[in-house]
């Protein structure tokens, strides 16, 4: 078992910054990719940001050149800079941390973080 634990949601005006971050404790070898995930009121969850194993990102269109993922393999972190934050991106963000299983793979889920955008 991973057990991912996110920090750093709040309240913030729209223009400004937050950092997420999430640390993964229990079964951490073989992490594989990391990401991050919003679910907005009455909407699905949706692909914020990921980045595999050997530091290759992908990010969904909404957020290309606003935010910023890292990871730090060493301490099984892995971070998200949201810069010029828009109402829009209000959600409750996800960490999801993959685990190489067999041949397979095992996503687990952090509990979420509130992020606000007020304008």
């Known amino acids: 078992q991973v057990q991912p634990v996110e920090s750093g949601g709040g309240l913030v005006q729209a223009g400004g910054s937050l950092r997420l971050s999430c640390a993964a404790s229990?079964?951490?070898?073989?992490?594989?990719?990391m990401g991050w995930y919003r679910q907005a009121p009455g909407k699905q969850r949706e692909l914020v940001a990921t980045?595999?194993?050997?530091?290759?990102?992908n990010y969904a269109d909404s957020v290309k050149g606003r935010f910023t993922i890292s990871r730090d393999n060493a301490k099984n972190t892995v971070s998200l800079q949201m810069n010029s934050l828009k109402p829009e991106d209000t959600a409750v963000y996800y960490c999801?941390?993959?685990?190489?299983?067999?041949?397979?793979?095992?996503?687990?889920w952090g509990q979420g973080t509130q992020v606000t955008v007020s304008s």
């Open positions: 980045i595999s194993s050997g530091g290759s990102t």
């Open positions: 999801k941390i993959q685990r190489r299983y067999g041949l397979g793979y095992l996503d687990y």
């Open positions: 229990g079964s951490t070898f073989n992490i594989n990719a």
